[in-house]
């Protein structure tokens, strides 16, 4: 079975801060999919990246970037200088590759960016 | 650019009603997707479907629960007869294959009285 661990609830920054939301995750299958969504507070799940586990290699996006430790089996998300339109639950999320299509969701992060 | 719509985005209905929630996934997409959220929890998977049956479920979706494609742009969840806990914000989504990353719809959130 799979599992996500998102371990912070909620996180509040002052707008301009960086901030790091933490994803650990558990599978036995050595070939998966790892995933960030962000869910403002109109609700919708908005697709931000997708990473193989071959594939190791930090990526960023603007002010995102994504750090990904196969030893650690963690796949933490950074948002530099952070804006109040940043503020939104967001989710990390496992498929593996082998047979399953469904996406297993950690319990989210609440990320509060105030002015 | 193309996205998935649900309808309706708020459904009321009573105890021991059929439900019947809609999707139109992104239109080159051939995995189809239903999810379900209870308010502050996490995104739950219920049923994926692909050329045209059930390709993977969840304990959750149980027989209360069906999917169909009765055109080729609908995708549709019923419920068959509602409990209070059916009450969340249900998630439709699609992907081009079953490798790539899934798009959500705006969900359709359900109140169950």
């Known amino acids: 079975a799979q599992k996500v661990t998102q371990a912070q609830t909620e996180i509040s920054v002052v707008e301009k801060e960086d901030v790091t939301l933490d994803c650990v995750y558990e599978?036995?299958?050595?070939?998966?999919?790892l995933f960030w969504y962000k869910q403002p507070p109109s609700g919708e799940l908005v697709f931000l990246i997708r990473?193989?586990?071959?594939?190791?290699q930090n990526e960023i996006s603007g002010r995102y970037s994504w750090n990904f430790q196969k030893s650690t089996s963690s796949f933490n998300f950074t948002i530099t200088a952070s804006q109040v339109v940043d503020s939104a639950v967001y989710f990390c999320?496992?498929?593996?590759?082998?047979?399953?299509?469904?996406?297993?969701f950690g319990q989210g992060t609440r990320l509060t960016i105030n002015p | 650019e193309p996205e998935v719509t649900q309808t309706p985005s708020h459904q009321v209905t009573q105890m021991g009603q059929e439900v019947i929630l809609r999707c139109v996934p992104i239109?080159?997409?051939?995995?189809f997707y239903w999810y379900r959220q209870i308010l502050g929890q996490k995104v739950e998977f219920l049923v994926s479907?692909?050329?045209?049956?059930?390709?993977?479920k969840s304990e959750i979706f149980d027989d209360q629960f069906s999917v169909e494609r009765p055109d080729g742009s609908n995708f549709t969840l019923k419920i068959r007869s509602t409990k209070l806990e059916d009450s969340a914000m249900y998630f439709c989504?699609?992907?081009?294959?079953?490798?790539?990353?899934?798009?959500f719809g705006p969900g359709t959130r359900l109140t169950v009285t």
């Open positions: 239109s080159n997409h051939l995995y």
């Open positions: 999320a496992l498929k593996i590759i082998q047979g399953a299509q469904k996406l297993v």
């Open positions: 479907f692909y050329n045209n049956e059930i390709s993977e």
């Open positions: 599978t036995r299958d050595t070939t998966y999919y």
């Open positions: 990473r193989n586990s071959f594939d190791e």
């Open positions: 989504a699609s992907s081009v294959d079953r490798f790539y990353e899934q798009y």
